[in-house]
């Protein structure tokens, strides 16, 4: 007897999800093992296995096979349609950034690069992260068979046939309802935790976290629903939350423990206007650094230092860094790695920690100066780490260090933070863009481009680029040893 259309159909979707399913972890699996003896390798795989998923999420979402489109062009056609969270768009970044391997080159007196577990430690977690997420929502579960119409007008179960996907949740008269039709806004009906987290200010991670622990409900998902009484008891249980661990709202200084003796240092910034860029006739004055005010609404907790080795070790488990020493800032991070970074984090802590815009680091760097540096009209070496064979504003030359320094190592500015001019560029939040004409309001720089600001200069940088206003930008995939950056935890 010749099986209904339908029958047919579930079964080759099936045949094809469970295909794909197993292709990918098999590149998952293969991706680990060249992990130690040929890390350039594991990298490749680990590409492949990422695009992998995002032909299958384009295929689905798209219905059609996304021919020879890229890794980068897969992801930002998913995007536009909404197909991946953000929790996931930052891990496949990261993935992508790794595709240029020449990432290192250093001038002689620096010596070659070295493709090591450590470089590509942060692609493969952002890879397990990626692919997890994937088989959490195409694994099939089969003692959940949802049923589908057969020739009589009742309804069978198809063996094999997948489940309802983590998107729809059935409701108490047995139906699935789909969950993008709920209003999150309401409170008269169900609502997603993920837009709940949203609409309170913190992480989905750290909103199941609470349902969990409050509510003892076992929620593995932003897609997952809550009753109207749920989620006013989940609101109830984050400002108890909030109240317990905030202390004073404005502390001068806070700290994040990361466990093993090791945390992260803020400061805080406070809310204010400041004149941002520079004038002309400024040393070292580039034309994109036109003068404008610019408003900070809200005071801010930014890191007092970039963040160190050590802290990046006890976070991800790697170090990438060219120079090493737990107290040296990490660098060879590229804006992905340090995005991701701070995704981490705030799931973890149930903050925002993210990097600061390009505005919030020139109003923290001038501490509520106006000269070129946040010590004054001149600068040296004992003050930040640069190439001291280049002088500024009269003053004198002095030591070049050639590598990185410790944290904290140089004096603080009127506001309590360090290093930053020189040492490390720091990424920043922004796509790189002009400013806006007249003055801005918390600019968060343009909606889109190409390149990432840097701002502080590095140790291997002349003082001119050390400068408060000095803007840089580069290819977010882009790694080396003068690339770092520095955490901002909102309050």
Not at 97 to 122: C, K, L, R, V, W
Not at 162 to 184: F, M
Not at 205 to 232: F, K
Not at 347 to 360: K, Q, S, V
Request: aromatic share 8%; net charge negative.
């Amino acid at each position: 007897m010749k099986r209904p259309s339908s029958h047919v159909e579930v079964e080759d979707r099936l045949n094809s999800i469970e295909s794909e399913v197993r292709r990918i972890r098999a590149l998952y699996e293969r991706t680990l093992s060249y992990r130690l003896q040929d890390p350039e390798t594991s990298l490749i795989h680990a590409r492949k296995a990422a695009e992998a998923v995002c032909r299958q999420l384009f295929t689905k979402n798209f219905g059609c096979q996304p021919g020879s489109i890229m890794l980068e062009g897969l992801i930002e056609k998913l995007v536009s349609k909404g197909a991946l969270p953000n929790s996931i768009v930052v891990p496949l970044r990261t993935i992508q950034g790794y595709g240029n391997f020449a990432s290192h080159e250093h001038e002689d007196h620096t010596g070659g690069a070295a493709m090591t577990p450590d470089y590509i430690q942060p692609c493969l977690q952002a890879l397990a992260t990626v692919v997890s997420w994937y088989f959490s929502n195409n694994t099939v579960d089969p003692t959940r068979i949802p049923s589908v119409p057969n020739n009589d007008g009742g309804h069978s179960a198809v063996k094999g046939q997948p489940v309802h996907s983590k998107a729809e949740q059935p409701n108490a008269g047995g139906n699935s309802v789909p969950i993008d039709t709920l209003t999150p806004a309401t409170r008269q009906s169900p609502v997603r935790i993920g837009d709940l987290a949203l609409e309170l200010g913190i992480t989905s991670s750290a909103a199941i976290r609470l349902a969990r622990e409050a509510l003892r409900l076992e929620l593995r998902t932003p897609s997952a629903t809550l009753t109207p009484e749920q989620a006013l008891q989940l609101e109830d249980a984050i400002r108890i939350s909030r109240k317990e661990d905030a202390g004073s709202p404005y502390e001068k200084f806070r700290l994040l423990d990361l466990g093993d003796g090791i945390q992260i240092e803020f400061a805080l910034i406070p809310s204010g206007s400041f004149i941002m860029g520079s004038p002309d006739d400024e040393e070292g004055h580039n034309d994109d650094e036109v003068v404008h005010e610019v408003q900070i609404k809200r005071p801010f907790y930014l890191g007092v230092y970039p963040v160190t080795q050590s802290q990046y070790k006890k976070v991800t488990g790697a170090n990438p860094s060219y120079f090493t020493g737990a107290n040296l800032p990490v660098e060879m991070v590229s804006w992905f790695d340090a995005s991701g970074f701070c995704e981490v984090l705030s799931d973890r802590f149930g903050r925002r920690l993210r990097l600061p815009t390009e505005a919030e680091w020139e109003f923290a760097c001038r501490g509520g100066t106006t000269t070129p540096f946040s010590f004054g009209n001149e600068i040296s070496t004992n003050l930040a780490n640069y190439d001291g064979k280049f002088s500024y504003g009269g003053g004198s030359s002095g030591e070049t260090r050639w590598h990185t320094t410790e944290a904290a190592a140089f004096p603080k500015n009127p506001w309590d933070v360090c290093d930053m001019h020189g040492n490390v560029w720091e990424w920043c939040s922004d796509w790189y863009g002009e400013y806006p004409a007249g003055g801005a309001i918390d600019p968060t720089g343009p909606k889109a481009g190409d390149i990432r600001i840097l701002r502080g200069g590095s140790w291997f940088n002349s003082p001119a680029d050390a400068r408060s206003a000095q803007r840089d930008a580069l290819d977010p995939g882009r790694r080396h040893s003068i690339y770092g950056f520095r955490l901002l935890m909102e309050p």
